[in-house]
């Protein structure tokens, strides 16, 4: 069992930045791929990234690269997301997700293959 705490949002002008972590308790991310979705106010899941925790490969929405940096830390156990020229399109609340099961660059982008997920943090971007 994973248990995925998300952490970092807040607001942000237009062009600002921000950093979002996403935290495992219970055990590493080691042999996972970890995702980060959103949810825009009205608008269904989006696909933001994914990373592989072991080997490599991340994976971002175009509407995103280029903008969002995913990046592992080890030591911490952690995900971040760096996410820089901010636009109010942007704004949504942000959710961590995590799959022990192997998936392929198109599978990835898909939440209903992820097994676990955090509780989602708000970004909010305006001027």
């Known amino acids: 069992q994973v248990q995925l705490v998300e952490s970092g949002g807040g607001w942000a002008q237009p062009g600002g930045s921000l950093r979002l972590s996403c935290a495992a308790s219970g055990r590493t991310f080691s042999g996972y791929t970890v995702a980060w979705f959103r949810e825009a106010p009205g608008k269904g899941r989006e696909f933001v990234t994914a990373?592989?925790?072991?080997?490599?490969?991340?994976f971002y929405a175009a509407s995103v690269k280029g903008r969002f940096t995913v990046s592992k830390d080890y030591a911490k156990n952690t995900v971040h997301l760096q996410m820089n020229r901010l636009s109010p399109e942007d704004t949504a609340i942000y959710y961590c997700a995590a799959t022990s099961s192997g998936l392929i660059a198109s599978t990835l982008r898909i939440g209903d293959n992820y097994d676990y997920w955090g509780q989602g943090t708000l970004v909010t971007v305006s001027s």
């Open positions: 990373i592989r925790w072991s080997g490599g490969g991340t």
